[in-house]
């Protein structure tokens, strides 16, 4: 009789930072329902992975849950996958901390499971060769990866059901393809779809083995699943018909099949992660064009033997893509580093454990990146992590430097070739951008800490090209099908915001303008721009540091509508919080000159439609929320939060300011449709100015974060 081997898995996850009900709404639609279902079917072997930051919720909350799948354990009907305790993105972040993420949720499976786990789960597939030694260092003996990036090795695909063995500086580890086939057929597809397809690659020999193991999220969270999956019963009729079927597809766990079964072969795989993955990482146009072609190319068998060699980019290029992840990214290696030092003090300190459980978190890779939808486009999981890297470093910085620090380094932290400049103290750190001599981080060390410019730049998206091009056409969507399947339209209401910005979102960008705009026209880019000062790179002509005050100075030549002029932008920074800024324009022509200055600051407090956060002038409140945009003048703006960080910014100018402030919208994919999403807000500081030749004149500024 022809058998075929099943190997079942779910991969449960969800993101440090991730709102309390999203927890709750995914466990009883998805987690709580399957494993329920799966319970009673005891023919039916799985395979469970759930990240740390998942398993530490449902410990808290739902404890039930744990003690079924230690169970289960027991019984050897499930088996579970380690990996990185709070999911990262394992490449990106530095090999002593892979280690430690992979030792925490190896120790917690067996302290909460009594279980050893021999695999590992890794986050997004993004497969690197050197991850090899981390892994089997770490008494990992096997991973699953998707056969996709198999097929970039030219193995035969009549002979990739089985798994295969790997090996870097000495250490070897065993990887198993996830079929790319099952994971589009279940759940979406009938029952039956998925059970003529095992018995079509079932042999007499019975020694091949096919994978499914994929988000458990699909199981009832995802669009339309909970209907289909437990409504109208797709789960329980799966379960049947493979109990039905048990003597011909045989369900088991990975290490059961490797006990029985050598790998098929040595085998060494390209770096790469999932198709969607890598096509995602793409430019927009490009990817746009790349899946057109290549889904074109896909409707032959012909051209298998080209499709299977096309793949996208390479996942490090989100650094490259998208400028807050490479600054995140930087960020987050910033604080492992001074960690680091901390660690190395030899100190006998009780806060260690606390700030390397921080940093660990801060590594959750979802804000890392963006593909079909969520990740960096969420500002809440962005918050988390730089509230959890704020929080490690204060710690270890304190532990180094002492009470009352006030410290300077001037280091390349963004890796761009040129250097920034990084102020910390106790209460607040700033980090200087030689780009428009701006200010690209400023962290609030409360409590509660928060970066005020965690933004987020409007960029063109890959799903904003398809979404217009469906807004013009009948497409719609049939049956049950993937997330990655969804065809999504530009709804009327946003399209007016799908504007994409020429600068980064950040703090103190240098803009020349021939006339005052109005609040919309600066929203909607609809300004004439005059010079070029917003995209330039500035220099360093001073730094330094005293014992209560840093003075940082940029200066850049340049040109307002063809006349030379020189900008010279000087920042003192207090040790107690906050900061001055002095802006000094010079006409270097032989010609007058006249202009708008247009400062743009951007900052976030998080929630635009919460009215606990608010505009305020001369401090009066002028908005209903940070949703509203409008025109002020006068001498004090500032934003206000009520509720949640507690804080007044407050930007106070020496001579009469007109005022521009509005909310920074993004239009990005979400989960079933496009939608539109608050960043941050966007304060503008406008004067005009008349420069003879040779005239000099400043603007000057101070800037502050207020408890309240």
Request: glycine fraction near 4%.
């Amino acid at each position: 009789m022809k058998t075929i081997n099943l190997i079942l898995g779910n991969h449960n996850h969800q993101p440090v930072g991730n709102f309390d009900f999203v927890f709750e709404s995914t466990y009883q639609k998805a987690y709580k329902p399957f494993l329920d279902i799966l319970e009673k079917y005891k023919d039916i072997k799985f395979n469970f992975h759930y990240t740390g930051s998942l398993l530490l919720w449902i410990e808290k909350n739902h404890p039930e849950h744990i003690e079924k799948l230690k169970n289960l354990a027991k019984e050897k009907r499930i088996e579970i996958q380690s990996g990185g305790f709070y999911e990262p993105i394992m490449p990106s972040i530095p090999d002593k901390d892979k280690d430690i993420q992979i030792q925490k949720l190896n120790n917690y499976i067996k302290d909460k499971f009594a279980f050893n786990p021999k695999g590992a789960w890794i986050a997004e597939r993004v497969w690197e060769p050197t991850l090899v030694k981390n892994l089997a260092k770490n008494d990992i003996k096997y991973i699953m990866i998707d056969d996709s990036q198999f097929l970039t090795t030219g193995i035969d695909t009549k002979n990739i059901f089985g798994y295969f063995i790997t090996d870097n500086e000495n250490y070897k580890l065993n990887i198993f393809p996830i079929s790319q086939e099952l994971r589009y057929l279940i759940p979406f597809r009938e029952v039956e779809k998925s059970i003529e397809y095992l018995k079509s690659i079932a042999t007499e020999e019975g020694d091949r083995v096919v994978v499914l193991h994929d988000d458990g999220e699909k199981y009832g969270d995802w669009p339309g699943t909970q209907k289909w999956v437990y409504e109208d019963k797709w789960l329980e009729k799966f379960f049947e018909a493979l109990s039905e079927e048990k003597d011909i597809i045989k369900t088991t766990t990975y290490s059961e099949y490797m006990e029985k079964h050598s790998p098929i072969s040595k085998i060494y795989i390209p770096t790469g992660s999932y198709e969607e993955m890598l096509t995602w990482v793409l430019p927009a146009k490009i990817q746009d064009e790349f899946h057109t072609k290549l889904e074109e190319l896909k409707k032959s068998n012909e051209n298998e033997i080209i499709t299977r060699f096309m793949r996208g980019g390479f996942w490090r290029n989100y650094f490259s893509k998208y400028s807050e992840s490479n600054r995140m990214n930087k960020r987050m290696i910033y604080t492992s580093n001074v960690f680091d030092e901390f660690d190395k003090s030899k100190k006998d300190n009780k806060y260690k454990e606390t700030a390397l459980d921080y940093l660990l978190q801060g590594q959750c890779n979802c804000p890392y990146w963006h593909g079909t939808f969520g990740g960096l486009y969420l500002n809440n999981l962005r918050h988390a992590t730089y509230s959890n890297l704020i929080k490690s470093t204060s710690i270890s910085e304190k532990n180094i430097y002492g009470k009352n620090y006030f410290v300077e380094k001037e280091i390349d932290f963004d890796m761009d070739g040129r250097d920034e400049i990084i102020i910390s103290s106790e209460k607040e750190t700033l980090i200087f951008h030689t780009l428009s001599g701006s200010i690209i981080e400023w962290d609030l060390k409360k409590e509660n800490p928060i970066n005020l410019i965690d933004t987020l730049k409007r960029r063109e998206e890959a799903y904003h090209i398809s979404a217009m091009r469906n807004t013009n056409s009948d497409n719609q969507n049939d049956g049950h099908v993937s997330i990655h399947e969804i065809s999504k339209k530009v709804d009327e209401e946003i399209a007016k915001y799908l504007v994409f910005d020429k600068n980064e979102k950040v703090f103190g960008v240098d803009h020349f303008l021939n006339k005052m705009p109005s609040a919309e026209e600066f929203q909607l880019l609809q300004y004439e721009e005059n010079s070029c000062f917003f995209e330039s790179y500035y220099k360093i002509i001073e730094n330094k540091i005293d014992k209560n005050l840093a003075t940082i100075i940029f200066n850049k030549d340049g040109k307002i509508n063809g006349k030379n002029i020189n900008l010279t932008k000087k920042y003192i920074i207090d040790s107690n919080g906050g900061f001055s800024l002095e802006a000094t324009i010079e006409n270097k022509s032989e010609e007058e000159i006249e202009f708008v200055y247009a400062l743009e600051n951007n900052i976030t407090l998080l929630a635009g439609g919460e009215n606990d956060r608010y505009y305020i002038g001369e401090n009066k409140r002028i908005s209903e929320n940070l949703s509203d945009a409008g025109e002020f003048a006068g001498k004090i703006f500032g934003m206000t939060d009520e509720a949640y960080i507690k804080i007044k910014i407050l930007i106070e100018c020496e001579e009469a300011t007109n005022y521009l402030y509005m909310p920074n919208y993004t239009i990005s994919d979400a989960v079933d449709k496009l939608e539109m999403n608050y960043q941050n807000s966007t304060v503008v500081c406008l004067k005009k100015m008349n420069l003879k030749p040779k005239e000099k004149k400043s603007y000057k500024l101070k800037v502050s974060a207020k408890n309240i």
